[in-house]
């Protein structure tokens, strides 16, 4: 179908900014001093936690292609895309893998990319991942988009939008997605800042700087300052006796770490990044806030709203980018196919709370036996045996039964009449 929106670039200059190149937000320096980019950003502990449980958690579930048509949904066990998505998207990675690092690309840049390989007639044969830092998106004289990779060796690679599955994060206009890290630059800078003074702190042995003071003029200042740090710096060397010659004094300046809220600030910049994916703190070891009673609806509530969308997202992007006009539901069969994740795994309560869930649904007929053991991945029971028998509530008699019984009493009244 021919885009619309086309022609309203043809009457213009090709755009002097690169798609990729105009988003408002980038990576650079924090109000804490500190640069922040996605190789910094994934040092701090808790946005590595955040992004590997989101990214873990996505690439351990199931997901598979699926056929619609007028009988219902089925795998489609025998469709191409079933073993690049479910298996192995290429020679050199595992769909686990694959999928792995689609997701931290997304979270650490806002935007995944993955090279389409097709065979001769048109075919999908293998998904690459491609870095997001090497990666422009323009538009052309004509307004079509434009993918180009520079590889490490320098060279640019033009790509056609049909061969790239481009997945973008959470972005205004609709083509590119914002780094939540570069969105959120200081409060990652912050976390930054206060590991590495954490770290520097205690590496001075947890001893608080000062001045060397001496009594007369110092020949070299420099040297006698060395010697000192030698002696008496770093945590190899804490605890150390000083020997001050020549009447000099020590004389401390740091401000303690209580006075500074050094352990408040590092607590609530954990809360801070957890807040930024969306991620419950005690996914990621923080049980301040964890209790007996709370901890299961919030891993609920983590399945629902941290990682449902990316999924939707994912999904979405795969089903765009992959799948022809015809396999969408574009052919007189009416059938299509379909990319989706199985979510159930995350979505399981205790186990108590399922038999009741069952229960409920057993006695008001709408399961049956074998759609119970199918969910507990438990072998049917056989049909002669009364596996795919609905029950009604009460007497616990198969509904078959229940008409015939019906019928019958139908029959007899008509007949007394």
């Not at 579930?61 to 007028?70: R, S, T, W």
């Not at 599955?165 to 990652?188: C, K, Q, T, W």
């Not at 957890?274 to 901890?295: K, Q, W």
């Not at 990316?310 to 539901?329: A, C, H, M, P, Y």
Request: proline share 5%; hydrophobic share 35%; glycine share 8%.
């Amino acid at each position: 179908m021919k885009n619309p929106f086309l022609s309203l670039f043809r009457a213009r200059d090709k755009p002097k900014d690169a798609v990729s190149a105009a988003t408002t937000f980038s990576f650079g320096m924090a109000g804490s001093g500190k640069s922040v980019n996605a190789r910094t950003a994934i040092q701090v502990s808790a946005v590595y936690a955040c992004v590997r449980v989101i990214a873990e958690t996505v690439a351990s579930l199931p997901f598979a292609v699926f056929e619609q048509d007028k009988n219902g949904s089925q795998k489609a066990l025998d469709h191409p895309l079933y073993r690049i998505l479910h298996d192995e998207p290429n020679p050199e990675m595992t769909s686990f893998v694959w999928r792995e690092a689609m997701l931290t690309h997304l979270l650490l840049w806002g935007n995944s990319y993955s090279q389409i390989l097709r065979a001769g007639r048109g075919n999908i044969v293998g998904l690459y991942p491609l870095l997001p830092d090497r990666m422009e998106v323009d538009r052309d004289d004509k307004g079509k988009l434009t993918y180009t990779y520079s590889t490490t060796n320098g060279q640019q690679v033009k790509l056609r939008p049909e061969d790239v599955l481009h997945i973008p994060g959470l972005g205004f206009d609709g083509i590119m997605g914002y780094s939540p890290i570069a969105v959120e630059r200081n409060a990652v800078g912050l976390s930054i800042a206060a590991e590495e003074f954490g770290g520097k702190f205690f590496g001075n042995g947890a001893t608080p700087s000062g001045i060397l003071t001496h009594p007369n003029t110092v020949k070299n200042p420099k040297a006698l300052r060395e010697s000192w740090m030698e002696a008496y710096g770093g945590s190899s060397n804490a605890n150390r006796v000083a020997i001050l010659e020549e009447g000099m004094t020590f004389t401390r300046i740091s401000m303690p770490n209580n006075e500074a809220q050094f352990l408040e600030t590092r607590k609530f910049q954990v809360e801070e990044i957890c807040r930024i994916y969306r991620v419950p703190p005690h996914m990621i070891g923080d049980l301040e806030h964890a209790t007996f009673s709370n901890i299961e609806h919030q891993s609920i509530d983590f399945a629902v709203h941290c990682i449902r969308p990316w999924l939707v997202r994912i999904e979405q992007s795969i089903n765009r980018s992959l799948f022809t006009d015809k396999e969408k539901g574009e052919n007189p069969s009416g059938s299509r196919f379909y990319s989706q994740f199985n979510l159930d795994g995350l979505m399981r309560g205790s186990y108590k709370e399922r038999m009741e869930g069952y229960a409920i649904g057993r006695q008001n007929g709408w399961l049956n036996a074998n759609d119970i053991r199918g969910l507990e991945n438990m072998n049917p029971i056989p049909e002669k045996e009364g596996g795919n028998a609905y029950l009604v509530n009460g007497n616990m008699i198969p509904i078959s039964l229940a008409m015939q019984a019906r019928d019958i009493a139908s029959a007899k009244k008509g007949s007394n009449q």
